[in-house]
């Protein structure tokens, strides 16, 4: 291969690689991620017609989060944002006088399988949501339910540290 080929097989390589987003397998449920100009977009699945939600913490807790909660009930697709104040009491960001922060939400579900995508602000404009830059290292809280009641208990949870 001469030099001209290398270069140009090398930059299309680096272009593919930067426009693909970041992703990560927890358990059955997979999430990827992207930015795109001042937000970046969540994409979930996970093996359940139920909800799928993704939190969002600088340490490994669910108390102090911003979970997002999202389900698909007769093809609609239906957001939670919601801020953690201790074990068991999330509280709807709307009711601690702010707002939520998700934008274009999407989904669909099978008998077996739910899909959601949203996306956020990089730049968080409360105490309830936190930033979001690429290159930084957060706790991601990773959860989905065999049902669509966003108080029913979560089949699986399990955080895990990520670099955005």
Known sequence: MNYKSFASVFLVLLCCSLSFAQQVKVNQMDISWKFEDNAITFTASAPDDGWIALG???????????????NVVDGKVNTEDLFVLGVGNPKPVNQLGSQSQVMGASGKESSEKTWVSFSLPTKAFDKYHMDLKKGDTIWLICAYSMEDEFDHHSRMRKHVEVEL
């Open 56 to 70: 969002f913490n600088s340490k490994n807790d669910i108390v102090g989060s911003n979970l997002i909660m999202v």
